[in-house]
């Protein structure tokens, strides 16, 4: 049998995600060994209680999904119906397909809101479950992929310390997005120079700029909050921006 046209694409495909999946759990492994920062919240989360479960942090290929990193995995928790059993089985099938695809990296935004349309009729709880993926084919170094980790394990944190349910709550999402963002170091001078977001001589007051950008965009990918997200974001500002637990002060800032 001859070799079809499209095998050696999916050769190259095969061997890119094998060489970013071994750069990505090289980072990982040296985020959590060498990284103070990395280490010092791992830490925190045991010490509040919040042992981070096996395989806690994972390396994925997440497509053409721009991120670098996410956080949680919704678990959808089954009401069973009045009606007849059959229903609760349907039902039951639909969660644990929505399941499977989030542990795929296949879940689409649809299926999200397919889960919160389930909870507003009664049909099901949903609840966020801690666990941190990078997006091994998005990781542009080592130093990004440690700051994504940071980012993450303050989602972390902060799930950890409160009853935080960014799902349904968007203040709650705004606030925690806003500490991510502000305290990971991703929206340091010099990567917002990079990306030129800013220029050289014009930073003061650009890094509070850039926490509520890229908070606003992460609040508006939750269907609950997307039409408002900017009201949600500007209402947490003051006060998630001036939160710095568990560091003392803030870890970016000498």
């Known amino acids: 049998m001859l070799p079809s046209p499209n ?50 942090i994972s390396c994925i290929d997440c497509g053409d999904k721009q991120a670098g990193a996410g956080f949680g995995v919704v678990e959808e928790t089954i ?10 089985d349907k039902y039951s099938r639909q969660a644990n397909d929505r399941l499977k695809r989030q542990c795929d990296n296949t879940a689409t935004l649809q299926d999200l809101q397919d889960q919160i349309k389930a909870q507003n009729e009664g049909k099901a709880k949903l609840r966020l479950l801690p666990e941190i993926f990078l997006c091994q084919n998005h990781l542009v170094n080592e130093e990004h992929a440690h700051q994504s980790m940071v980012h993450e394990l303050i989602h972390a944190i902060d799930l950890c310390r409160t009853k935080m349910d960014p799902i349904n709550n968007c203040i709650h999402m705004a606030c925690t997005e806003i500490r991510a963002e502000n305290l990971s170091g991703e929206c340091g001078a010099v990567r917002e120079l990079v990306n030129g977001r800013t220029a050289v001589g014009t930073f003061k007051g650009h890094g509070a700029k850039c926490v509520k950008r890229r908070a606003i965009l992460s609040v508006e990918a939750n269907p609950n909050c997307k039409e408002r ?26």
Do not use: W
């Open 229 to 254: 997200a900017n009201e949600y974001v500007d209402a947490a500002f003051e006060r998630c921006f001036r939160d710095t637990f568990p560091f003392d002060r803030h870890p970016n800032l000498r």
């Open 7 to 56: 095998d050696g694409e999916t050769d190259a495909k095969q061997k890119q995600q094998e060489e970013d999946k071994q750069n990505c759990n090289k980072y990982v492994n040296s985020g959590l060994t060498r990284n103070v920062t990395v280490q010092f919240l791992m830490e925190r989360l045991m010490n509040m209680g919040c042992a981070p479960p096996k395989g806690f």
């Open 79 to 88: 009401i069973p119906p009045s009606t007849a059993i059959k229903d609760k």
